[in-house]
């Protein structure tokens, strides 16, 4: 495999932007010299015009799976927040026809508000990395705590695949370039220690984790058909995740309310067959609500402890 860099390209159909390049070091893995994917990032507006001029530009953006970041970070200008005040909206995606997908968001009205699209190509990538690496970046940018993240949770992966390491190697490289390009503001570390998150609803739920989800909102949804009424008790170990459950729990429910009729679905993700159905219907007009029994958490940097830290964490979480 070629030693390759990361690099962040800017197009625009009415100004021609320069390149900027960043070297992506080589590493080691498992004692053998090994080279770090040479990926690009290309940034373009949102915009009918720009889409244009951008897709000829390389084959690869009608048929090759990437993954691609869209935001409009301008109203944040750099300054970390939490919801309720100044906050951008960001959406991450995976796509073979990142040309035709981007025209889609344009076309929806929960994208098209967004102004910016970066996408992530790599000659190496395959489907597999594109969903590992999506998942990524969500989290991340759940936990940074800048950006209310419009994707769902139920399609957060955690699956082997060939050179999955070597491949997750590359993902902090990508990191850093879209840090240097001003779409996350905290560090890896710093991100990664902090309890928004730790608590973050964007997690990769294992095979228990996942049933007991399930069994849940077979339950509520039956108890809704039949206007009855119940309790769901989870019972676990400490660490087993038991509050991975019900912050996960929130905000699917908080996503299958939302659903649009007309939305399209990956039925390979998770809980896929509760966002179509009628079950949507069963939920309209409910409130959900989480109740936070720690005295302190620290979000963005801000304290979200005074007066009614329960909600104001809970709002953070399900944004």
């Given at each position: ?144 705590g800048v950006y209310q993240v419009l994707n769902r949770n139920d399609g957060i992966t955690e699956s082997e695949y060939y050179e999955r390491e070597r491949y997750r190697e590359s993902f ?42 399930e069994g849940i909102l077979e339950g509520l949804f039956a108890d809704l058909e039949s206007s009855a009424t119940s309790t769901s008790v989870i019972q676990g170990e400490p660490g087993t995740?038991k509050t991975v459950i019900a912050i996960y729990l929130l905000k699917l429910l908080v996503d299958i309310q939302a659903a649009p009729p007309a939305e399209e679905f990956d039925s390979d ?51």
């Open positions: 495999m070629r030693s390759g860099s990361g690099r962040i390209r800017n197009k625009s159909c009415a100004t021609s932007w320069p390149s900027r390049v960043r070297s992506v070091p080589s590493r080691s893995l498992e004692g053998e010299a090994r080279s770090m994917t040479p990926f690009d990032i290309t940034s373009f507006g949102l915009t009918s015009e720009e889409i244009t001029a951008w897709a000829p530009l390389d084959w690869r953006y009608k048929n090759w799976p990437v993954v691609y970041v869209l935001d409009n970070a301008n109203a944040v200008k750099g300054q970390p927040s939490i919801r309720n005040q100044s906050v951008s909206d960001v959406y991450v995606g995976e796509s073979l026809n990142a040309a035709a997908r981007m025209r889609q968001h344009l076309d929806s009205d929960a994208k098209k508000h967004l102004t910016t699209v970066r996408v992530i190509i790599d000659e190496t990538f395959n489907k597999s990395v594109c969903l590992d690496l999506e998942s990524y970046l969500i989290r991340m940018l759940a936990g940074d902090e490289q990508v990191f850093e370039q879209l840090k240097n390009d001003g779409v996350f503001i905290r560090s890896i570390p710093e991100i990664e220690n902090s309890d928004l998150f730790k608590l973050s609803p964007f997690k990769a739920l294992t095979q228990d984790q996942a049933v007991a989800v995740g993700s998770l809980f896929a067959e509760f966002f179509v159905g009628g079950y949507p219907e069963l939920l309209a007009g409910l409130s959900f609500g989480l109740v936070v029994p720690h005295g302190r958490f620290e979000v963005a940097g801000t304290s979200v402890s005074a007066v009614d830290p329960s909600r104001q964490f809970a709002e953070t979480l399900l944004q």
